[in-house]
């Protein structure tokens, strides 16, 4: 009877510990903990400045007029940034003609030129979708942090990194973060922060 006792003791003791571990059990991740945290109090973006696929300059800040969906994406990456390329692709296709869309690469050395290619290879067409790098190595890591994107050098002139299609409200604050393959959850967000 004592064992059963300390058995049901020490199980109750580790599923109370998961509960709280877990939010709840609503975060089995550290991915989906930081995600639930963004929901639960959205985030002021830094104002950084962005240059794109043409060249142009534009601050973060231009875009608080409307709602902006972002993705954290390299220009060489051989498989997620594909993917996040195919979701703005639907997204383009899908949103609302105000809403817009940037692909930030967090690759310093992915300048004008590739920044192109990136586009041309999507279709993307600024104003409307922006393929942007950050100018400058701290305004990079402080719009990194904020929004929770680990980037990590592969060894081999790649990156590995955590993805997601960042939804950015007209106050300019980071609001949810999306599975890239969860375009409809995002439009979803989007309608209902336009009623």
């Known amino acids: 009877m004592r064992a059963a006792l300390a058995t049901l003791a020490v199980a ?3 599923a109370a510990a998961l509960w709280w571990g877990t939010e709840g059990g609503q975060a089995l991740t550290s991915e989906a903990a930081r995600r639930l945290d963004i929901a639960r109090a ?7 400045v962005l240059h794109d696929q043409n060249g142009a ?21 051989p498989d997620i940034c594909l993917a996040l390329g195919t979701a703005f692709e639907r997204l383009d296709a899908a949103l609302p003609r105000d809403a817009r869309l940037i692909s930030i690469s967090f690759d ?31 305004a990079r890591a402080a719009l990194l942090d904020r929004a929770g994107v680990v980037v990590i050098p592969d060894g081999f ?39």
């Open 108 to 138: 310093p050395a992915d300048d004008t030129a590739r920044l192109g290619d990136f586009a041309d290879r999507y279709d993307a067409t600024a104003p409307r979708w922006r393929v942007a790098g950050i100018k400058g190595d701290a």
């Open 12 to 14: 109750c003791c580790g």
């Open 42 to 48: 959205p985030r002021a973006l830094p104002d950084v």
């Open 157 to 195: 002139g790649g990156f590995v990194h955590n993805a997601g299609l960042y939804l950015v409200d007209a106050q300019g604050r980071l609001t949810a973060v999306f599975d890239p393959e969860d375009t409809r959850g995002l439009r979803a967000a989007l309608a209902d922060d336009a009623r």
């Open 57 to 77: 300059l534009t601050h973060l800040s231009d875009y608080r007029a409307a709602p902006v969906v972002l993705e954290f994406v390299y220009t060489t990456c």
